[in-house]
């Protein structure tokens, strides 16, 4: 379940969110300015929307990288990128994996639409990504 640890590990982001800045206002004479870059490590916005077993299903990676993911499946299993399955079920904002190691549990909360926070049991927090 090492993989599974390292996913929920990088969601350490939420712990740090807060409200932005306000949007400035460009006066209408101003030449348009190029949209900003987003920063692929800050936190995401928080969408305020609940986690679902659909919005799980798929393949996730931690930091940016999509060569070690963890792919749910709709039918309630699960896919590491080392070969190891099991299964997971959802219930409210707890997900809990079972597998060969035993069970293991993390809380979510959905970024945006391609981004899940995720809450460790050791009370860290990490980012992943849709891939």
């Known amino acids: 379940m090492k993989s599974i640890q390292a996913l929920s590990a990088t969601f350490a982001a939420l712990a740090s969110f807060g409200c932005g800045q306000p949007a400035t206002t460009a006066k209408a004479q101003a030449p348009a300015a190029e949209a900003p870059i987003a920063d692929p490590h800050a936190p995401p916005a928080q969408s305020g929307q609940a986690v679902t077993a659909a919005f799980l299903a798929g393949a996730w ?3 940016g990288d999509c060569n070690s993911t963890i792919t749910f499946n709709a039918d309630g299993s699960f896919r590491m990128q080392d070969g190891s399955t099991g299964t997971w079920t959802l219930e409210g904002d707890r997900v809990t994996m079972s597998g060969a ?8 909360a959905k970024g945006n639409e391609n981004q899940l926070l995720i809450g460790q049991p ?8 849709r891939c």
């Open 61 to 63: 990676g931690d930091n």
């Open 101 to 108: 190691n035993g069970d293991f549990g993390v809380n979510v």
């Open 122 to 129: 050791d009370g860290s927090f990490g980012i992943s990504q």
